[in-house]
């Protein structure tokens, strides 16, 4: 089996703060795919919080762009 975490993105200090939307978490996925040399993962995990509040996405819409 192989997973990945995605989210949320890092903040000027580096540390993982800002939340990530839609598209960002479909575009760490595909990063991710194109790193490990695979067109499909077994598992993903999101993490779509963040320390600077919402973003004004839905989870649901978050999840829909992994789907």
């Known amino acids: ?19 990530a ?4 978490l479909r575009a760490l996925v595909e990063a ?3 790193a490990l040399g695979l067109d499909r993962l077994d598992l993903v995990r999101p993490r779509v ?3 600077t509040g919402p973003g004004g996405e839905s989870i649901a819409e978050r999840l829909a762009a992994l789907a």
């Open 49 to 51: 919080g963040g320390t």
């Open 21 to 24: 939307t839609a598209g960002e």
């Open 32 to 34: 991710d795919l194109r």
């Open 1 to 19: 089996m192989i997973a990945t975490t995605v989210g949320p993105l890092p903040g000027p200090d580096g540390m993982p703060s800002a939340q």
